[in-house]
Every structure is written in structure tokens, then in C-alpha cells.
């Protein structure tokens, strides 16, 4: 099973609103990564998780919070975003986060900022 | 800073031509994946290479690593509708280094 389950599948906010976004994984990885994509575009990397620890932040505008409660669930929390901030956020894992680096990605969350 | 430089950038083809996508750098990678995405979903991993003069394959799709591992290549036997997407290659740093390399996708079309 190579399953990493995103929550919700669409998010419509709109620029003051408070919301959240969950990953889940059971493969037993121990780092966990969040991505940020627009259309047509490769995955960008926003941040790592490894060991339960935040040890890659892209300097990525503190409006994205991300916190990883436990080695299966990742969230990340979204205040005060701004209409480009609307893309496929993407979570993914993998068994470490060293060079064999296999990563398997979620389904995506779609969020649009109005 | 290592890049990764895929092409072709677009392509579209009939069904039941051939076709290759090519990755090269001029940084090693430990590994090397492949995935394919379908609009508004998450990629899906095709295969990894991690040995240099690696092939690999899965059903009509070939994949190669170049001997340096430096280089990818992705053929396709007789494409259906059914490959259409965007491929994604993406490698893994030899410093070990959490980072994945990304090249800037394949948005493949096949036309029945």
C-alpha cells in the first residue's frame, strides 16, 4: 500500500478565513513533505517534515503554518491568503528523507483563494 | 544548483505511435523517478532507477538511466489515450540531500 490520503479534495476561501489542510500516510515513513503546484507547472517544495521535525521551509509567507502532530499526519494551516496563492497543494512521503529518496504523493488538495 | 532538463515540453501524437522524453543534467543523482499526473491529481509514481545503465521496464513504457546517471529517458511502445498526461521526472540528490529535483514536465497528449 503506497496510499498518502489528502483532505478535502476542493477548499474555496476566501482571504480572511482560517483553514486547513490534512495528509495522512501508514506506510510507517518518517518524512513528509508539502507541495504547492500551478497548472502545467512541476510540484513546488514548501516544506519537510523528517522525524517529525520541520527541517525544510522554503521561505515560504507565514500565512502557510505547517505542523506535523505525529509520525502519520501532517497539516497545514492557511490564514489570510491571497488570490495567487489558489493551486493543487500536494503532500507527499517518503520511507527517509535521504538520497533514496522515494517520494509518493497524495491526490492533491484544490484550493481556490476568492 | 542542480537542474534537471526534460523535454520535449508538449507533445502530441496519434495513437499507436512511439515516442521518448529525455531528462539530462550535468549533476549526478542517486536516483531518478519518473511520475505521471493527471489533471487536478497528485503524481503517480511510475518507476525508479537508481543503478547508471539501469532499464527498466513496465508493460509498453521503457525507462533507462544513463551509465553516469546523469540522464533519463522515458519511451513510450504504441501510445493510447489512455498515457495521456503530464510525466514528471525527478531526482534524488547524491549529497542526500531531502530536496527532489524536478524537471519541468512532459504534457503528453495522445490523439485517437
Known amino acids: 500500500d503506497t496510499e498518502v490520503t489528502q483532505t478535502p479534495k476542493h477548499l474555496v476561501m476566501g482571504m480572511t478565513n482560517k483553514k486547513s489542510l490534512k495528509c495522512e500516510q501508514h506506510?510507517?515513513?518518517?518524512?513528509m513533505y508539502w507541495y504547492k503546484q500551478k497548472a502545467k507547472k512541476p510540484p513546488e517544495l514548501m516544506f519537510v517534515?523528517?522525524?517529525?521535525?520541520?527541517?525544510i521551509n522554503e521561505s515560504v509567507p507565514s500565512r502557510f503554518s505547517p505542523e506535523c502532530p505525529n509520525s502519520s499526519l501532517l497539516n497545514l494551516h492557511l490564514h489570510a491568503l491571497q488570490p495567487e496563492d489558489s493551486a493543487l497543494y500536494l503532500c507527499?512521503?517518503?520511507?527517509?528523507?535521504?538520497?533514496?529518496?522515494?517520494?509518493?504523493f497524495g491526490a492533491g488538495t484544490r484550493l481556490s483563494v476568492l | 544548483t542542480q537542474l534537471l532538463e526534460q523535454s520535449p515540453q508538449f507533445l502530441s501524437i496519434q495513437e499507436g505511435e512511439n515516442l521518448t522524453v529525455y531528462c539530462n543534467s550535468s549533476?549526478?543523482?542517486?536516483?531518478l523517478q519518473w511520475y505521471r499526473q493527471e489533471p487536478g491529481e497528485g503524481p503517480v509514481l511510475l518507476v525508479t532507477?537508481?543503478?547508471?545503465?539501469e532499464v527498466k521496464k513496465l508493460k509498453r513504457l521503457t525507462f533507462q538511466f544513463g551509465d553516469a546517471r546523469k540522464d533519463s529517458s522515458l519511451h513510450i511502445t504504441a501510445a493510447q489515450t489512455g498515457d495521456t498526461g503530464l510525466y514528471l521526472c525527478?531526482?534524488?540528490?547524491?549529497?542526500?540531500?531531502?530536496?527532489?529535483?524536478f524537471g519541468k514536465g512532459t504534457k503528453l497528449t495522445v490523439n485517437p
Open positions: 507527499a512521503s517518503s520511507r527517509t528523507s535521504g538520497a533514496w529518496n522515494i517520494q509518493y
Open positions: 532507477v537508481v543503478t547508471g545503465g
Open positions: 525527478a531526482g534524488g540528490s547524491q549529497g542526500g540531500s531531502e530536496k527532489l529535483v
Open positions: 549533476s549526478v543523482f542517486s536516483s
Open positions: 506506510m510507517g515513513h518518517r518524512a
Open positions: 517534515y523528517s522525524y517529525e521535525k520541520l527541517s
